[in-house]
């Protein structure tokens, strides 16, 4: 990503923060004996106060920064001075700058990768209108009264509400197992699945990107098991949020391996196998289901799919 992000300052993003957060708001003069006019022009008075407001490094940071792109862009082919690159421009945030570099990479994300992450959150909220009706008989039975939440955690004493967590988790981690399993079936892969892995390296934001009937048939063990066996209330909702937030951790891509629970947690690198070579690690949280249904593949740092990126790199060094 740091060679995208690069690339972008080259052609778009230099120009583009000199025009927008001018270095030669905080500090004229020295940004003019700098950059000479090669700087846009001076934003008008009252965008010169707001932008004026706005935090940013040292001015003397700043003014460093521009002197060093000043002699970078005497390096640069003149192809891409044509293009339009921003030559001298200075601006008060600087390439090394965080905020500047988060701002970037955000919108990058957001508009790279073939719209990867656009598309993943429409198909995310394309999805939860049918989701939310699927899943209102079980909302509505707990309305009513015909789970087995409970208020008080006198009712079953605290050690079972203690043991319920690892119980919940345990029971509907097996059957997201099979669930998920069955659903990586030919028929049924292509009408409800497919949309999930239409990424092979996914993004947070694939947590909930699926098929209507394939995001409800995932959730049903989460719904069903306060039908079957006591749940305290809050403790049910806790659970609820925590599942959210694990579906959207392990769609990371991180590929981060040799921890010391990597055995026994089906943590980001072990999805990512999933999302990229289908039929293995189909569990949620914990590997012991992959194990026993002879699915399980464990990650390793040969499989991170970043060797490809650098073996490219490497072979285009090579040939440079």
């Not at 965080?98 to 073939?114: A, E, K, N, Y």
């Amino acid at each position: 990503m740091d060679i995208v992000l690069d690339i972008a300052d080259e052609l778009v993003l230099d120009r583009l923060y000199a025009a927008v957060l001018p270095l030669d708001v905080f500090l004229p003069k020295i940004v003019a004996n700098i950059t000479a006019s090669s700087v846009p022009q001076p934003a008008p008075s009252l965008w010169t106060s707001v932008v004026s407001s706005i935090p940013h490094p040292p001015v003397a940071h700043a003014a460093d920064a521009a002197v060093k792109l000043a002699a970078h862009t005497s390096t640069l082919p003149s192809w891409l001075l044509k293009w339009g690159s921003p030559a001298l421009a200075a601006s008060a945030w600087p390439r090394d700058y965080i905020p500047r570099q988060l701002l970037s990479l955000s919108v990058i994300t957001l508009i790279g990768i073939h719209n990867q992450v656009k598309l993943e959150i429409q198909c995310a909220l394309s999805a939860f209108p049918g989701m939310t009706l699927l899943t209102l008989p079980w909302f509505l039975g707990e309305v009513r009264g015909y789970s087995r939440l409970y208020d008080d955690p006198e009712k079953y004493g605290y050690i079972y509400m203690v043991l319920s967590v690892p119980f919940f988790l345990v029971f509907t981690d097996y059957l997201v197992y099979w669930i998920h399993r069955i659903l990586h079936h030919p028929l049924l892969y292509k009408r409800l699945h497919k949309p999930h892995h239409k990424w092979l390296i996914p993004t947070p934001f694939a947590s909930h990107a699926f098929h209507p009937v394939d995001g409800y048939a995932q959730s049903v063990p989460y719904h069903l098991f306060i039908y079957l066996f006591p749940l305290h209330r809050w403790v049910y909702l806790g659970l609820f949020v925590a599942v959210n937030f694990w579906s959207i951790f392990i769609h990371d891509s991180d590929m981060i391996t040799g921890n010391a629970f990597i055995n026994i947690i089906n943590g980001p690198a072990h999805h990512t196998l999933h999302h990229l070579y289908f039929t293995c690690n189909y569990g949620q949280y914990f590997t012991w289901a992959d194990r026993w249904g002879g699915s399980y593949k464990h990650p390793s740092a040969e499989f991170d799919p970043m060797n490809d990126v650098k073996g490219l790199d490497a072979t285009k060094a090579k040939s440079d």
